[in-house]
């Protein structure tokens, strides 16, 4: 099954506002609730993610059906790499350094910009990737439902 591709650009444009926000406050508690966003996505799927329910219940309805649908693999796994780098920044900023945390939060601000902006998910391109090397695996990420 697959997901609406808007709804994951939907969930990185609201990222990348949090974390632009991470960047001007240096706030660790707001990378640590964007770390949860992105596990919540990785672990449960993007259907069950905070910004994936906010768009189904407040956005999708709006708009009407998708033209066509993704698979999930790919995003998920870009939330995966998403939450490496804010369980990085939190490390540097929680240890006093600040320029990890700055760095590993840029990164990801980056790539949220890319996907909600451009529909350019770096983190689905890493997977597509992965995938020709290593065609023998079926997936990177869990399987889920539709989003």
Do not use: H, K
Request: charged letters at 10%.
């Amino acid at each position: 099954m697959g997901i609406d591709p808007r709804g994951p650009r939907f969930g990185a444009l609201i990222t990348t506002v949090v974390l632009a926000a991470v960047l001007l406050t240096g706030s660790v508690w707001l990378l640590a609730a964007q770390a949860l966003v992105f596990a919540a996505g990785s672990v449960f799927g993007l259907r069950y993610s905070p910004y994936g329910l906010l768009y189904r219940q407040l956005v999708r309805p709006r708009l009407g059906p998708p033209p066509e649908l993704e698979p999930e693999a790919p995003p998920r796994f870009a939330q995966t790499v998403g939450l490496a780098f804010a369980v990085v920044g939190v490390a540097g900023y929680a240890a006093g350094l600040t320029w990890l945390g700055m760095a590993a939060t840029a990164a990801a601000l980056a790539a949220a910009f890319l996907n909600g902006v451009f529909g350019f998910c770096l983190g689905c391109e890493m997977y597509l990737i992965i995938r020709r090397i290593w065609p023998g695996r079926q997936s990177l990420a869990p399987a889920s439902a539709d989003q």
